[in-house]
C-alpha cells in the first residue's frame, strides 16, 4: 500500500459545544481574540453569545463584520489592518464558508505579509500563522478542517484558491445546535456544497483508504438525511447533517477537490454566484464527464443515490445523475445556468479561467478549457 499524509484540526463535536469556545481560545495561549463573523450570524445571535462565552474567560475581544459572500480581497487587506492594530493573538472565525475564508485570509497576509494574491496556489505559505479557533455556523463548506482557503481577487474576477497545511485551523468547534436558526432556504447551497465535496474527493487520484471511507460515509448520511431535514428542520436530522459535512470536509481536505470545483471558482469569481448554487448547477454535469474515467466509482456513487444496483455499473452510475437532478430540482434550486445569469457571454472567458482552478489537477479526466466550455454550455 502507498503511503498518505492525512491532516484534521482538533476537532470537538456535539450540541452545548459552542460553550468552549473561550475554554479553546485560552487553551492556545489567547488573551486578545480577533472574532470574525457576518452581520447574517449577528442577527442570529450567536456573536453576541460568543462575546459573553469569551467574557466569562476573562478574555479580551476585537470584532470584524465586513465580510460578504465570496469574500473579497479588499476585504482581507482591511481585516489584515484591524488585526495589526488591535493586538490580537488568536483568530475565532464563527459563520459560514466566506467568514471562515476570509478569517484564514486575514491570519495569512497579516502573519507572513505582502497581498492575499501573494499565496495563490499550493504550498507558498512560509511562515506560521497566528492560532485559529472555528466555528461554522452552518453545514457544507468544511472550511474549520480544511487546508483550503478561497478569496475572489476583484479586479480579475476570479476566485483564488489557496492551498496550505498552515490553513488548517489548530481547534475546530461544530455544534449542531447553530443550524438550528437557519430557514430551510439557507440550508440548500450547503447541501450541495457537501455533496461536491463528497463525490470529488471519492472520485480523486489522490483519494486512499483513510478519504474514501470519509467521502461515502458522508454521502450517505447527505443523501439519507436531507429530505428528513428540510422538511422538519429537525435537530436530530440537523445533527446528521453536520456529522455528513464533517466526513465530506475530512475527505476533501486530503484528497482534494477536482473540475466541478474549477467551474465553480470561475463561475463564483465572474458573477458572484453562491457556491453551493454553482455546484447545484454543475455538479451532475461533471460527473458525466468524469464517467468514463472511474465508472466503477461513479457506480458505487449511484448504489448510494439510489439504494440499489442495476444490470451494469454505467446504468448504475446514469440513474444516480439522474436522481441527484430530480433531488436539485425537488428542493427547488437552479438547474440551469440561465436562471442565474444575465448572458452566455462569458462562458469562454470562465472556461479559461476554469482551466487554470489548481483544483484541475486532482480530477480524475483531465479537461482543456474547450472541454469546460462545452459542459458551461451544456449547463446552460
Known sequence: MAIHKFTIPEIIFGRGSFDYAGVCAKQLGASKIFVVSDPGVEAAGWVDRLMDILKR????????????????????????????QSGADVVLALGGGSVMDAA??????????GEIKDYEGANQVKDPLPPMVFIPSTMG??????????????????????????????????????????SRELLLAPLFDALAHAVE????????????????????????????ALATLSLD??????VAGLSSGIAFTNASVGLGHALAHALGGMYDVVHGVSH??????????????????MAVIGRILLGERLESDAATAEAGIAALERFREEIGLPTRLREVLPDNTMLPKMSRN?????????????AAWKDILNIYYGAW
Not at 354 to 366: E, H, Q, S, V, W
Open 201 to 228: 474527493s471519492y472520485l480523486s487520484p489522490l483519494a486512499n483508504p483513510l478519504t474514501e471511507v470519509q467521502s461515502l460515509k458522508g454521502l450517505d448520511l447527505l443523501w439519507r438525511h436531507s429530505r428528513p
Open 141 to 182: 463548506s468544511e472550511s474549520n478542517i480544511s487546508q483550503f482557503a478561497v478569496v475572489t481577487d476583484v479586479a480579475r474576477r476570479i476566485k483564488m484558491t489557496i492551498i496550505s497545511r498552515t490553513l488548517v485551523p489548530n481547534i475546530s468547534i461544530t455544534d449542531p445546535n447553530l443550524l438550528g436558526t437557519l
Open 354 to 366: 476554469a482551466a487554470k482552478d489548481i483544483c484541475l489537477l486532482t480530477n480524475p479526466r483531465p
Open 57 to 84: 474567560e476573562g478574555l479580551e475581544s476585537v470584532y470584524c463584520n465586513d465580510v460578504a459572500q465570496n469574500p473579497k480581497d479588499h476585504q482581507v487587506k482591511k481585516g489584515v489592518a484591524l488585526y495589526r
Open 104 to 113: 484564514k485570509g486575514i491570519a495569512l497576509v497579516a502573519s507572513n505579509g
Open 280 to 297: 447545484a448547477l454543475l455538479l451532475p454535469s461533471v460527473m458525466r464527464y468524469n464517467q468514463p474515467e472511474c465508472e466503477a466509482k
Open 237 to 242: 436530522e440537523l445533527e446528521q447533517l453536520t
